[in-house]
C-alpha cells in the first residue's frame, strides 16, 4: 500500500468572514493537517464582466491527494462564496519528516487534548 500524497490546496476567503472557525472545521474534520491564513490582500479579477476588487485572505491547506474531494466537500459546504478558489497543487519533494507528519495528521483522530 503506498502513502497518500501530500498536495497543497490554495482558497481565498473574504475578510469579514470568521476564517479561523472555517480553517478550524477544515482541521478538525481530518480533511486539513495544516491551514496556514495569510495576512489580508487585495484580489483583482474578472466576475459577470467586469474587473472587481476584494479584500481577502488567502489559504494554504496542506492534506493528501486522498483527501481533496472530502475537503472540496467541506468548503462547498462551509465557504460563503458560489465559486471559492480551489486549486489543487502536487508537492514535488519536501522535507520527508514534515510530508510524513501531513499523512500522519490527516489519518488521526480529530479531537485535541482540550476536547474541542
Avoid at 500500500?1 to 480553517?23: C, I, K, N, Q, Y
Wanted: proline fraction near 5%; aromatic fraction near 8%; charge should be negative.
Amino acid at each position: 500500500m503506498t502513502e497518500p500524497e501530500p498536495v497543497v490546496v490554495l482558497l481565498t476567503f473574504p475578510t469579514d468572514g470568521d476564517v479561523s472557525a472555517f480553517a478550524t472545521a477544515l482541521v478538525r474534520g481530518g480533511e486539513a493537517a495544516c491551514v496556514s491564513v495569510l495576512p489580508e490582500g487585495e484580489s483583482v479579477y474578472w466576475w459577470d464582466g467586469a474587473i472587481e476588487r476584494t479584500r481577502e485572505r488567502q489559504l494554504i491547506v496542506k492534506t493528501t491527494l486522498d483527501k481533496v474531494e472530502a475537503l472540496r466537500r467541506r468548503v462547498g459546504a462551509l465557504h460563503p462564496y458560489d465559486t471559492p478558489e480551489f486549486l489543487v497543487l502536487r508537492v514535488i519533494g519536501g522535507d520527508e519528516r514534515y510530508l510524513a507528519w501531513i499523512q500522519e495528521a490527516t489519518t488521526s483522530d480529530r479531537t485535541d487534548e482540550t476536547g474541542a
